[in-house]
């Protein structure tokens, strides 16, 4: 079963940008959709964001189009959020998820790494 690892996780100011990344390991060398999830205190685990096995399907929550932006680099198996005009709603610890599809990602289907905290002060 795939490993995964975030990182890039930190404190930031309401505006600021921040960029995480999930490196995957012990994982089959066949990529697999991948994606983030992220939770609140309180609330549950949204999905934020999912792109598909070699880059060319890429979707995004409401909440963060045009703000963020998810990437992969599959020679170095990691994949990347980029956070821009980040909001205190952002605040939640984010997940890196690996699976088969990006459908099954969005329901939450996939494996999981141990997460990352993103705060944004106001």
């Known amino acids: 079963q795939v490993q995964l690892v975030e990182s890039g996780g930190g404190l930031v100011q309401a505006g600021d940008s921040l960029r995480l990344s999930c490196g995957a390991s012990?994982?089959?060398?066949?990529?697999?959709?991948m994606g983030w999830f992220r939770q609140a205190p309180g609330n549950e685990r949204e999905f934020v964001a999912a792109i598909s096995a070699f880059g060319s399907l890429k979707n995004y929550a409401d909440s963060v189009k045009g703000r963020f932006t998810i990437s992969r680099d599959n020679a170095k198996k990691t994949m990347y959020l980029q956070m821009n005009s980040l909001t205190t709603a952002d605040t939640a610890v984010y997940y890196c998820?690996?699976?088969?599809?990006?459908?099954?990602?969005?329901?939450?289907?996939?494996?999981w790494g141990q997460g990352t905290q993103v705060t944004v002060s106001s």
């Open positions: 012990r994982g089959t060398s066949i990529p697999s959709a």
């Open positions: 998820t690996a699976g088969p599809t990006i459908e099954s990602l969005t329901k939450g289907l996939g494996s």
